[in-house]
């Protein structure tokens, strides 16, 4: 779906609301049909949506006017644009959540994003063989066809981002702030590297937003999102790694975790995870033979679409699951099912819910 410039700056106005998140912003656009029509309808008719009474005073401030017109100035630099959740280039994988960002602000190649990807993450302050074992995980994985996703943070983030480029695949960092505020700062040659490798800087938020506490927790559900699994290479029981971990494991990812010594901290976190289910990895073989087949997809539309019938409505049919094990259950390439679940739910025979696709009954 296209959107018209005005609409796009009726998104960008929404977006910048503080007491509208991804689940709210969403609701709006349930209810009116488009952002623009959202924003004149009157304040009463939020409220009656269960909106903050907030929400619908802030819409009209000239400071939200500002930042979307800011915004918009962000993405007249060539390599640089914004994803509409509703709209063309969108990432399907992310799109399935319940909590997807209304949308994506994007520098360097979007167009990786729907590439096979897998998140390495870990702890900042990560031994000298947590981080060499970060690089050489991420050089052989992206060597292997993945993309590597990861924080950007110091530490494990940074090694793995290193490793792609090492190999010189394609990485992408998802960021905390805004796109014009990469953070840390001491990662700013990175990021530049990245997109200039090939690879991609994303963030939910407005280009000029800065470094908030609560926004790195928050873009963490993005770096799993976009993954088909999330492998932490090192990490405490306290790291912001296990939110991502965790996270992916709500969204149906598969997780992995190196083990390391009992007596080292920067191991707790893994073995914590091993406990709660989470993959044992000892060799990138570990990782590439379960997921072996999704390295090449082929672009959309190139590839011969499998019939829609029989074998992926009778797993439908048989228990919800998320496109990831679907694809694994067929052994066909994720853009494939992807395509043919949408085949599907236009149909009317099948639906997502909560990131689970399940056979709608037969009348």
Not at 52 to 80: K, Q
Not at 305 to 330: F, K, N
Not at 347 to 361: F, H, N, S, T
Request: proline fraction near 7%.
């Amino acid at each position: 779906m296209s959107h018209s410039p005005a609409e796009l700056e009726a998104r960008l106005r929404l977006l910048c609301i503080p007491q509208l998140g991804p689940r709210r912003h969403r609701r709006l656009l349930a209810a009116f049909g488009c952002a623009s029509s959202a924003l004149s309808a009157p304040a009463s008719a939020w409220t009656a949506l269960g909106l903050p009474p907030l929400a619908g005073e802030a819409r009209r401030e000239v400071a939200i006017r500002e930042r979307a017109a800011a915004a918009l100035t962000w993405l007249e630099t060539p390599g640089r644009q914004v994803l509409l959740f509703d709209g063309a280039g969108y990432p399907a994988l992310l799109g399935e959540l319940v909590d997807a960002p209304p949308l994506l602000f994007v520098e360097g190649d979007a167009s990786i994003l729907e590439r096979p990807q897998l998140a390495v993450v870990g702890s900042r302050r990560a031994s000298r063989a947590g981080l060499d074992t970060a690089r050489s995980f991420a050089r052989s994985l992206a060597a292997g066809g993945f993309v590597i996703g990861s924080g950007l943070a110091l530490g494990i983030d940074g090694a793995a981002h290193q490793g792609a480029l090492d190999a010189g695949g394609s990485t992408v960092a998802v960021l905390g702030t805004g796109l014009e505020c990469v953070y840390p700062r001491r990662h700013l040659g990175l990021a530049r590297s990245i997109v200039e490798a090939g690879g991609a800087l994303v963030s939910e938020l407005t280009p000029e937003s800065l470094p908030q506490a609560a926004n790195f927790p928050r873009r963490n559900r993005i770096i799993s999102g976009l993954a088909l699994g999330v492998l932490v290479v090192e990490a405490s029981p306290q790291s912001g790694s296990l939110i991502t971990a965790r996270l992916a494991a709500e969204q149906g990812r598969e997780v992995y975790a190196i083990p390391g010594s009992i007596h080292h901290p920067g191991a707790r976190g893994c073995h914590q995870l091993l406990r709660e289910g989470a993959t044992l990895v000892e060799s990138v073989e570990d990782i590439l033979g379960a997921l072996r087949g999704w390295q090449h997809v082929a672009p959309a539309g190139v590839a011969e679409r499998q019939p829609v019938t029989d074998p992926l409505l009778a797993l439908l049919h048989a228990a919800p699951a998320s496109s990831e094990a679907l694809a694994i259950g067929l052994g066909w390439p994720l853009a494939q099912v992807l395509a043919n679940l949408t085949e599907l739910e236009l149909d009317g025979k099948a639906a997502c819910e909560a990131g689970l696709w399940m056979a709608r009954p037969t009348a």
